[in-house]
């Protein structure tokens, strides 16, 4: 693969590049684990290592707003990789290059649990006190994260119901998709990763998103932990997180009728047992 940064048309980057680039040959490039947007590679030098990503498969995001992002969450203290430089490779596929910060979480404890919630905690918090840089986006939340839902009947009734009461607000960043595989860790200190989703939007649907794979994919002990750890640092009425929980389960509804949700064998049955205990929701969903 060679020298991968130096075919690169960069649109903004700073000088760690420049010195990287001078390696040529000596840069070595280390294939990862490949996400489903886009290819991810491991960048060494002598001393350190970078992590290189392209999106030359169907997505093409913007990714200046990645690294817009990451350069307001770094400069606010928050915990996420540091961004080097953003621009194009030969191809013109968006290309990022990025501190590399460790490795998937692979176990959780409660203390870990309680840190995660605080981290997506301070995340919004930063969010709200950053400058509002034009590039960092608003979107409609039904069009973005429920595009086409129209196509399910009960599903589509059940968002049409929520939205309007829910009183949707696009006051602070949010990650969009803060679960454990987009956290990565390095000892004990856990970093934020994978910002395509990053937007100016609602901290209570991040939040719900994040509880509800929680309660899915891990158990209900520790996501009764982590919610416990995130209202401490942001209060939110019972009504309320009522409302956005079942938005978030309608969204993991909506990824799997359309074949993007990991199953394990009582998966279902939890998502059951979510619905069940909904107001909002019926079982006619599944």
């Known amino acids: 693969m060679g ?9 903004e980057k700073n000088e760690e590049i420049d010195a990287l680039i001078l ?46 992002l990451l350069k307001i969450l770094a400069a606010q203290g928050i915990s996420v990789s540091r961004p080097l430089g953003w621009g194009e490779d030969a191809h013109s ?9 460790g490795m998937s979480v692979q176990k959780v404890n409660p203390k870990k649990v309680r840190e995660l919630a605080k981290l997506l905690a301070a995340i919004h918090r930063a969010g709200s006190e950053a400058e509002r840089h034009s590039v960092v986006p608003k979107y409609d939340f039904k069009s973005y994260f429920f595009a086409e839902a129209d196509q399910y009947e009960n599903l589509d009734k059940s968002l049409n119901a929520i939205i309007p009461h829910a009183g949707l607000r696009q006051d602070v960043i949010i990650h969009g998709d803060y679960h454990l595989n987009n956290i990565v860790e390095d000892g004990e200190r856990l970093i934020v990763i994978d910002w395509t989703n990053g937007q100016w939007g609602d901290a209570r649907y991040d939040f719900a998103w994040s509880f509800v794979l929680m309660r899915i994919y891990l158990s209900e002990r520790y996501a009764a932990m982590f919610r416990s750890a995130y209202l401490e640092e942001n209060p939110m009425e019972q009504e309320e997180l009522e409302a956005f929980e079942a938005l978030g389960i309608l969204r993991w509804l909506f990824l799997m009728k359309r074949g993007g949700t990991f199953r394990k064998a009582d998966t279902i049955k939890r998502v059951k047992g979510l619905i069940q205990g909904n107001s909002w929701l ?5």
């Open 93 to 101: 596929n968006p290309v990022l290059l990025t501190t590399f910060d």
């Open 23 to 68: 390696l040529g040959e000596k840069l070595t490039v280390h294939d990862m684990v490949q996400g489903f947007e886009a290819e991810v590679a491991e960048v060494r030098s002598e001393n350190t290592s970078f992590i290189w990503k392209v999106w030359n498969k169907q997505s093409k995001p913007r990714v200046e707003v990645q690294f817009t």
């Open 282 to 286: 019926d079982q006619s969903l599944l």
């Open 3 to 11: 020298n991968p940064l130096a075919s690169v048309q960069w649109a």
